[in-house]
């Protein structure tokens, strides 16, 4: 298996250069080199984000699955994605794999199946805290940052608790040619969950690693009792929620 390296770069734009080698390694500048942090925080030695695909190959749009979920999900237990066609959001808790469909119902699937895009990292929190009450999902990533100590690179994040608002959506299957994900979106199945328990996982992508992943804080979830989920449009956090953070060396894009 041939390894290309690329660090130290401002913008990733690996994609043609994905396309010829079976892994490529995208570092953030800054994440492994630090300077010492007063949190405490440093990215677990050793774990990147295993990565199928790119998010900005995916918006090109390129809905078609490359290779199986397998190719970077062994060893992961916790990770997002999509499959072949956009056919429903991509949970993974504890290592174990869930799709949910427009029908909303979580359902365990095999990583035998292909996708477009998929994350996924061996998850050893780093550091743990409360959310304040009331706190919305799109507030998180500042959240995100001041817990991990950093605003660069990539961030692995779980959030559990009782959520007073919980929003998740699903998208149906689709075909060539690919409509733009924005169209796609205007058409998303959506379940307002309203006040439940919950556990949301996903990554925070900075600037420097975009295109790697969705900007931002990117969350998927599933509610406690297994029976709905979806990528996370919205949420208000309870007085019980808890966000865990690891910061990761960088992505490392499996082609094959
Ligand atoms: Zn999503």
Redesign the pocket.
């Known amino acids: 298996m041939s390894l290309t390296r690329i660090s130290r770069i401002r913008r990733a734009k690996p994609i043609a250069v994905a396309l010829s080698a079976a892994v490529i390694c995208v570092a953030s500048a800054s994440a492994s080199v630090a300077a010492p942090d007063p949190s405490g925080a440093q990215a677990a030695a050793g774990q990147w984000v295993e990565q199928i695909g790119t998010y900005d190959s995916l918006v090109s749009p390129d809905y078609d699955g490359m290779v199986p979920i397998s190719a970077a999900s062994s060893g992961t237990t916790l990770g ?1 994605g999509t499959f072949d066609q956009l056919d429903g ?1 991509m949970v993974v808790l504890g290592g174990v794999l869930y799709r949910v469909g427009t029908d909303g119902v979580p359902v365990k699937v095999p990583a035998s199946l292909t996708t477009p895009f998929f994350e996924g990292i061996r998850f050893q929190p780093e550091r743990s805290g409360p959310v304040a009450p009331g706190t919305t999902c799109a507030n998180l990533a500042a959240a995100v940052n001041a817990l991990s100590g950093s605003d660069s690179g990539i961030v692995a994040v779980r959030v559990r608790g009782t959520f007073a608002d919980l929003v998740t959506r699903s998208v149906p299957a689709q075909r060539p040619p690919f409509a733009p994900l924005s169209q796609v979106v205007a058409a998303q199945t959506v379940f307002p969950l309203g006040q439940r328990r919950a556990v949301l996982v996903g990554f925070r992508t900075a600037p420097d690693l975009a295109g790697t992943g ?1 900007p931002g804080l ?1 969350l ?1 979830g599933l509610t406690a009792d297994r029976s709905a989920g979806g ?1 996370v449009l919205s949420c208000v956090a309870g007085s019980d929620v808890q966000l865990s953070v690891q910061r990761a060396e960088g992505v490392r894009i499996h082609a094959g």
Do not use: I
């Open positions: 997002l959001e969705a990117h998927h990528h």
